[in-house]
């Protein structure tokens, strides 16, 4: 008797492992994938334990980071397993939409069809970004890889186009090179962010994009300040236009010149955060690269005792078409206040603002034509700024 009931025992041991083996594999199905769980071991019986795991980044042997998941959630997710994680408990899982797609599963990437080989063009492509769930605040958008055609010579984006739709945040229409640039877009509550591509089929080149929209917590430390479309940290670093370039733009503008790889129609902050023990930061044009502070002006009539000097440089008041605002700045070799916050021309003079929060703002207007008896811009690049925190 007491035989057949030990027998009974094991076998509903055995019963309950098994089942809970399948469990392990499946028991986080449901669950918001972006936020992490601590997946500690639950002792269901004196001697079996469910082995949990959080639901994190994880490195794969290409360019696109995963997700940790049970196996069976990345294959519900129609993701890619590229390897293991959480000490080989879960599987790194890739998650990548492309065109006509619906997604609500952090770390999603966007790309073009067939990519990495170029996309030909032709219908719209679209993503639909909903919310992981009601904590979310915030979309990050990094441009990874990000080639579409240029912009007309008056910087309007006629060809190829990038709109962002449905945020609470106003994203101006993009084309061109951007990659390595990365955008915030507030959610509109619940409403979907929507994602859109227009690629004219007429035009052929290597057009492709590679985009990672990563779901922002609102209690979350990388959350951009209000306000910021772009936002960075660190205490050096390098903020651009987008579309910067030091190549020309082949298209002629609406005054027959060479037109301008800037962006029309744009007016947007792009925020840094100031570090720990830095009062101020000073901005200066990027090395190495006379181009790099173009923004009015006739690039192609300048020489090399006026591109990228002092002598280029305008503020003030005649910054009224394509100009960036720098709050309060102070000239760094004199420390005389400049008296003016906005910068053009085809230079730039070495500046420090202490003002908080550190921010430049971003205008241009709808073409580079000539205005009242200003000739027209030609052969404008934008900018690249270098920064640097100062100490307090």
């Given at each position: 008797?007491y035989?057949?009931i030990?027998?009974?025992?094991?076998?509903?041991?055995?019963?309950?492992?098994?089942a809970?083996?399948?469990?392990?594999?499946?028991?986080?199905e449901?669950?918001?994938?972006?936020?992490?769980?601590?997946?500690?071991?639950k002792?269901?019986?004196?001697?079996?334990?469910?082995?949990?795991?959080?639901?994190?980044?994880?490195?794969?042997?290409n360019?696109?980071?995963?997700?940790?998941l049970?196996?069976?959630?990345?294959?519900?997710?129609?993701g890619?397993?590229?390897?293991?994680?959480?000490?080989?408990?879960?599987?790194?899982?890739?998650?990548?939409?492309?065109?006509?797609?619906?997604?609500?599963?952090?770390?999603?990437?966007?790309?073009?069809?067939?990519?990495?080989?170029?996309?030909?063009?032709?219908?719209?492509?679209?993503?639909?970004?909903?919310?992981?769930?009601?904590?979310?605040c915030?979309?990050r958008?990094?441009f990874?890889?990000?080639?579409?055609?240029?912009?007309?010579?008056d910087?309007?984006?006629?060809?190829?186009?990038?709109?962002?739709?449905?945020?609470?945040?106003v994203?101006?229409?993009?084309?061109?090179?951007?990659?390595?640039?990365?955008?915030?877009?507030?959610?509109?509550?619940?409403?979907?962010?929507?994602?859109?591509?227009a690629?004219?089929?007429?035009?052929?080149f290597?057009?492709?994009?590679?985009?990672?929209?990563?779901?922002?917590?609102?209690?979350?430390?990388?959350?951009?300040?209000?306000?910021?479309?772009?936002?960075?940290?660190?205490?050096?670093?390098?903020?651009?236009?987008?579309?910067?370039?030091?190549?020309?733009?082949?298209?002629?503008?609406?005054?027959?010149?060479?037109g301008?790889?800037?962006?029309?129609?744009?007016?947007?902050?792009?925020?840094?955060?100031?570090?720990?023990?830095?009062?101020?930061?000073?901005?200066?044009?990027?090395?190495?690269?006379?181009?790099?502070?173009?923004?009015?002006?006739?690039?192609?009539?300048?020489?090399?005792?006026?591109?990228?000097?002092?002598?280029?440089?305008?503020?003030?008041?005649?910054?009224?078409?394509?100009?960036?605002?720098?709050?309060?700045?102070?000239?760094?070799?004199?420390n005389v206040p400049?008296?003016?916050d906005?910068?053009?021309g085809?230079?730039?003079?070495?500046?420090?603002?202490?003002?908080?929060?550190?921010?430049?703002?971003?205008?241009?207007?709808?073409?580079?034509?000539?205005v009242?008896?200003?000739?027209?811009?030609?052969?404008?690049?934008?900018?690249?700024?270098?920064?640097?925190?100062?100490?307090?």
């Amino acid at each position: 008797m007491y035989n057949k009931i030990w027998w009974l025992s094991v076998a509903s041991v055995l019963v309950i492992a098994t089942a809970l083996t399948t469990y392990e594999e499946n028991f986080d199905e449901g669950n918001d994938l972006d936020v992490p769980s601590e997946r500690k071991g639950k002792i269901l019986f004196p001697f079996i334990s469910i082995v949990r795991f959080a639901n994190t980044d994880c490195a794969s042997a290409n360019t696109m980071n995963g997700i940790c998941l049970a196996r069976r959630e990345c294959n519900n997710l129609n993701g890619t397993i590229t390897g293991t994680c959480a000490a080989r408990r879960g599987r790194c899982c890739v998650v990548s939409r492309s065109c006509g797609s619906t997604t609500n599963v952090n770390n999603t990437y966007f790309t073009s069809p067939g990519y990495p080989a170029a996309f030909a063009g032709g219908q719209a492509c679209n993503i639909i970004v909903n919310r992981c769930n009601n904590m979310i605040c915030q979309l990050r958008i990094d441009f990874l890889d990000f080639v579409l055609a240029q912009p007309n010579g008056d910087g309007v984006c006629n060809v190829d186009s990038l709109t962002i739709t449905g945020g609470n945040t106003v994203v101006p229409v993009l084309c061109g090179d951007n990659t390595g640039q990365t955008i915030f877009v507030d959610f509109n509550g619940n409403a979907a962010i929507t994602i859109t591509i227009a690629a004219t089929l007429a035009t052929t080149f290597g057009r492709r994009w590679n985009m990672r929209l990563t779901q922002l917590g609102c209690d979350c430390p990388g959350l951009a300040p209000n306000g910021c479309l772009q936002y960075y940290t660190g205490r050096t670093g390098t903020i651009t236009s987008f579309n910067y370039g030091a190549a020309a733009n082949s298209a002629l503008s609406a005054s027959l010149v060479t037109g301008t790889r800037q962006i029309a129609n744009t007016n947007y902050g792009i925020c840094i955060r100031m570090e720990a023990g830095f009062c101020g930061i000073q901005y200066s044009q990027t090395g190495g690269d006379p181009f790099s502070f173009t923004l009015t002006g006739d690039v192609e009539g300048a020489d090399n005792t006026v591109l990228g000097t002092a002598v280029g440089s305008v503020n003030g008041v005649g910054c009224t078409t394509d100009f960036v605002v720098i709050p309060n700045p102070i000239t760094t070799a004199t420390n005389v206040p400049v008296g003016s916050d906005r910068f053009c021309g085809l230079g730039f003079i070495p500046v420090t603002s202490t003002l908080k929060p550190f921010v430049v703002y971003v205008v241009t207007n709808a073409n580079e034509g000539a205005v009242g008896g200003t000739p027209p811009d030609i052969a404008n690049r934008g900018f690249s700024l270098a920064y640097t925190q100062t100490a307090c």
